[in-house]
């Protein structure tokens, strides 16, 4: 297996990403887990252009597993053995690249912070309301639930991702109260 020092393999990046442009779909999130011997990659893919509704299904997953299994075995010094995951990021898609949050303005987002991100707190949600700078000074604004902004550096946030609210989406469960 490559090494990876602390994070996701380039190779294993590259190989997946050049699979998925091909077949139509981004990389959302490539994830390793296991152990040496038997790594887990973890691929979760989407359509650049999706929307609610019109996203990725079981059989493009399917699709998008044999063309990336065959590309990492035809590399031979790269992987021996693996086991390969391929899922849509579902409701609440991780939020990596700046195109991931600039695509989310506007919605609600829960954000953990490497260190306390407002009020003590590591980890908060807020609705995003747009990503400013680049490279090293890139900032998230945000609006907190009391209607105030906050603006923090993007290097600051461990992980991020979309809050899907059941109860505003129709599909929550609704329980008669019993009197």
């Known amino acids: 297996m490559a090494k990876k020092s602390g994070r996701v393999d380039e190779e294993l990046t590259r190989i997946t990403e050049v699979v998925l442009d091909r077949l139509g779909f981004e990389l959302v999130d490539l994830e390793t887990a296991g152990h040496r011997a038997r790594p887990i990659l973890r691929l ?3 359509r650049p252009d999706s929307e609610p509704g019109r996203g990725v299904t079981v059989g493009d997953c399917a699709r998008v597993s044999r063309e990336v299994e065959a590309a990492l075995d035809a590399r031979e010094d790269l992987l021996s053995s693996y086991i390969l995951e391929v899922s849509s990021p579902g409701v609440e898609r991780p939020l990596r690249k700046r195109r991931d949050f600039e695509h989310s303005i506007g919605r609600r987002i829960r954000l953990q912070g490497f260190e306390p991100l407002a009020q003590g707190a590591r980890r908060i949600e807020a609705v995003l309301l747009g990503v400013e700078g680049s490279g090293s000074s890139e900032r998230l604004r945000l609006q907190m639930a009391d209607g105030s902004e906050l603006e923090l550096p993007r290097s600051a ?9 059941w109860n505003e989406s129709g599909l929550g469960v609704s329980r008669e109260r019993e009197t």
């Open 44 to 46: 979760r893919i989407d």
């Open 157 to 165: 946030v461990a992980r991020a991702n979309l809050v899907f609210d």
